[in-house]
């Protein structure tokens, strides 16, 4: 998450309504500065903090540049070492990196990834672009055993010429790179960037982008069917 900018509002929100990410059995958010995001019954959350470059814009196809988007790959470096030494992520079977402005609904993932259980794989979820489906960066799921595999290897991925790549494109890369099984999953996220999709599409993951609180609580609300009002839209909507 990017300190001072919008993703912030968006995080609190989705804390205050325990939803994304926060109805995950863990979670952890983080930025280049620790700040208190909210609370859980009564204790505080917090970001965790990496010192992070500053990132740039890709220019697509110029000293090959594979993204028009931001070339992030070496903040996430950074985000999946700070996660794989705090451990956490290996009580569980499955980690998702997922973007602040995605609309994530998790209860509908873990039907859909049960029968991995305990192989090393990851989802790809764009197949806009030809026979080859890709991984779209605003949902990320990987096995632990997956990125058990990464944290061995990390040397073979990290030689790639990753430097003009998305985090997303170089962790594809590196795990056809390192043996993890792909799981093709064209119908998982709803994504402006490749396929859009209505929030009241039941059979997706995600959705993506939102950028503000309003517009992502309305896309929650339709992802889940609750229609009501509540003070807690009409807060967020100031």
Same mark, same amino acid.
């Given at each position: ?40 019954? $009564?204790? &505080? =959350? #917090? ?13 697509? @196809?110029?000293?090959? *540049? ?51 259980? $305990?192989? &090393? =794989? #990851? ?13 779209? @960066?605003?949902?990320? *799921? ?97």
């Amino acid at each position: 998450m990017e300190p001072h900018t919008y993703e912030v509002p968006l995080i609190k929100l989705q804390l205050v309504r325990r939803a994304s990410i926060f109805a995950c059995d863990e979670f952890a958010v983080i930025s280049t500065e620790k700040f208190l995001i909210g609370d859980i019954g $009564g204790a &505080p =959350v #917090y970001t965790w903090v990496n010192e992070m470059p500053k990132v740039s814009m890709g220019k697509f @196809g110029k000293d090959g *540049v594979t993204t028009d988007s931001f070339l992030n790959t070496a903040s996430f470096l950074l985000a999946w070492d700070s996660l794989i030494h705090g451990e956490q992520i290996f009580r569980h079977d499955f980690v998702v990196k997922v973007d602040p402005d995605a609309v994530f609904l998790p209860d509908r993932l873990r039907s859909r990834v049960q029968p991995h259980v $305990g192989r &090393p =794989v #990851y989802f790809s979820n764009c197949g806009k672009w030809g026979p080859k489906v890709l991984l779209y @960066g605003s949902l990320e *799921v990987f096995s632990t055993p997956a990125l058990r595999m990464y944290e061995k290897n990390k040397p073979t991925c990290q030689a790639m010429p990753w430097e003009g790549w998305g985090e997303d494109y170089f962790m594809q890369h590196c795990m056809d790179a390192i043996g993890v099984v792909e799981i093709a999953d064209r119908n998982q996220v709803g994504d402006d960037r490749c396929m859009a999709a209505n929030c009241t599409d039941y059979t997706k993951v995600a959705f993506h982008d939102y950028k503000t609180p309003a517009k992502w609580y309305d896309c929650f609300k339709e992802a889940i069917n609750d229609k009501r009002h509540s003070q807690l839209e009409i807060f967020f909507r100031k």
